[in-house]
């Protein structure tokens, strides 16, 4: 069946260090993966988007990359920050369908 | 632009009764999308619109549920009648391509008692 992952379980991470999340994906061929913020009470906020002839995509302190033999996007924070805490979600976009399939989601948590 | 709006921010009511959800896209977004999200099930696409016609609705959960597009500025999600189960953080989002980022509403957290 198809499937998106993400770590179910809260990621603690320590201030100034880099935070890895994972996005693995299964029986998808993805056109382009997208990667968003979600903080508690409010809205999914859009972040960043890479697509499958894409390896890597930055913005700022952001990073992502796409490996379609993986089929795996991992997305990086570095010097992380209090205020990244959040929940990360990652959702999937192929051209054949238009449905945007969606994570679960990651809890990050940076301790200061 | 004041982005996706939303309203009731919150809403608490008796399982039957009727609930309505309202949705104004941003402006000049041709798509509409509705979403409801749970901790069990995660974010789950219910329907989503272009140019105020509804394109698939293969989300919504049974015939309980119905939404409308009477124009691009303005969209209701409608539940009747409400059952607990039904409980949940309701957000819409619009874009101006099928494929490009969505912007997302405050949601509306629903309770039914």
């Known amino acids: 069946s198809q499937k998106i992952e993400q770590n179910s379980e809260a990621l603690n991470i320590q201030e100034g260090k880099t935070a890895t999340l994972t996005c693995n994906y299964t029986?998808?061929?993805?056109?382009?993966l997208q990667w968003y913020r979600q903080d508690p009470g409010r809205g999914p906020v859009f972040l960043l988007l890479?697509?499958?002839n894409e390896k890597e995509k930055r913005k700022e302190r952001l990073k992502v990359t796409f490996d379609t033999t993986l089929k795996q996007s991992l997305f990086h924070i570095t010097a992380s920050q209090p205020a990244d805490s959040a929940t990360y979600l990652c959702?999937?976009?192929?051209?054949?369908?238009?449905?945007?399939?969606w994570g679960a989601g990651t809890k990050l948590i940076i301790k200061p | 632009d004041a982005g996706v709006i939303q309203s009731p921010r919150h809403e608490v009511t008796e399982m039957g009764q009727e609930v309505t959800l309202r949705c104004k896209p941003i402006?000049?977004?041709?798509?509409l999308f509705w979403y409801r999200q749970t901790m069990m099930r995660g974010l789950e696409l219910l329907i989503y619109?272009?140019?105020?016609?509804?394109?698939?609705d293969s989300g919504m959960p049974e015939d309980r549920f119905s939404a409308k597009m009477p124009n691009a500025s303005f969209s209701t999600l409608k539940i009747q009648p409400s059952e607990p189960r039904d409980s949940a953080v309701y957000f819409c989002?619009?874009?101006?391509?099928?494929?490009?980022?969505?912007?997302f509403g405050p949601g509306t957290r629903l309770t039914v008692l």
């Open positions: 989002a619009s874009s101006f391509l099928l494929d490009d980022t969505q912007y």
């Open positions: 402006s000049g977004h041709d798509y």
């Open positions: 619109f272009n140019n105020n016609v509804p394109i698939d």
């Open positions: 029986n998808y061929s993805p056109a382009y």
């Open positions: 890479i697509r499958e």
């Open positions: 959702a999937l976009h192929m051209d054949s369908n238009y449905q945007l399939i």
